[in-house]
């Protein structure tokens, strides 16, 4: 019973930290990127979180990576961060952050559909799919008053943001399957490692390290890139690569739909946002979505 007990609290602090915690990161990439490069920044944050990670499952005695497990871990670093992370901080410089969100949360609707095909526990029900459907729908109520400026937004940024989502979906999806390091710390690190990486070879290739100097990073950039590195990938990323193997993809993908809440809260909380009804609404509609996702029957 203990034991039992042990594993549902777990699993909810897991499940808090990718809802609530990785919200909270928008604040801070925006903070991170205001006098960091985005590619340079996304691999400071990988490489620091992935270096910790990794030393501290070794510390723990964890078994190292086998080389049969190299590549599993590579690709997902590719998918996870160099695309997903990487792929969407290049587009947002053309497409404005309410669409940007909107259209990430098209990852649990990817996830789901395809889940089934690779694994036996996202079998996609009639409860599922109204999940989804109201769920977006709350992601586009919360962003109407933040502007969904389709106008001026650019199609190629759009497409790479699909694409990005799609990477990021086909990632989770994959690790459900893939011969993986049974540590979490071992697995995400290495993960973190491989992707951080890749970004700064982008980052070197874009020239965006030419005329740079750390001494222009402001106070707040710094602030923002330590809270990203410790909270969003040491802490939140560890949980997210544990529940990848405790339970589904498109059940896990539904944090896509909780973020944008949490950013909007942190923003009326922080920067002094008005708390609309839209908010109020969407709120509803996200929360009612997700518990149809989550807690259908076994």
Request: aromatic share 12%.
């Amino acid at each position: 019973m203990e034991l039992r007990q042990q594993g549902r609290f777990k699993l909810i602090a897991a499940f808090f930290a990718i809802y609530v915690i990785w919200g909270t990161t928008y604040l801070a990439i925006k903070f991170a990127v205001e006098t960091i490069p985005p590619f340079m920044m996304m691999a400071f944050r990988s490489l620091s979180a992935g270096v910790v990670l990794y030393a501290w499952g070794r510390f723990r005695g964890d078994a190292d990576a086998t080389r049969k497990e190299l590549p599993p871990l590579v690709l997902i670093g590719l998918l996870f961060f160099l695309i997903g992370h990487g792929g969407l901080a290049w587009a947002q410089k053309t497409v404005p952050s309410g669409v940007a969100s909107l259209l990430v949360a098209s990852e649990p609707v990817i996830i789901s559909l395809f889940e089934p095909l690779f694994t036996r526990e996202g079998v996609v029900g009639k409860r599922t799919i109204l999940g989804m459907l109201v769920g977006i729908i709350g992601v586009a109520v919360l962003l109407m008053p933040h502007g969904l400026d389709f106008k001026n937004t650019n199609v190629t940024g759009t497409l790479v943001i699909l694409f990005c989502a799609g990477s990021w979906a086909s990632g989770a999806i994959y690790s459900r399957v893939a011969k993986l390091p049974r540590s979490p710390f071992i697995r995400g690190g290495m993960q973190l490692l491989a992707g951080g990486m890749m970004l700064i070879i982008v980052s070197l290739l874009l020239g965006e390290w030419s005329g740079f100097s750390f001494t222009q990073v402001t106070v707040r950039s710094w602030a923002g890139l330590a809270y990203l590195i410790l909270f969003g990938s040491i802490i939140t990323f560890s949980a997210y690569t544990w529940l990848l193997s405790m339970t589904s993809a498109t059940r896990i993908s539904t944090h896509t739909f909780i973020n944008p809440i949490i950013a909007v809260f942190v923003g009326w909380a922080i920067g002094s946002e008005a708390l609309t009804w839209e908010i109020l609404i969407a709120t509803v509609l996200i929360v009612f979505s997700v518990w149809l996702v989550l807690f259908r029957k076994a």
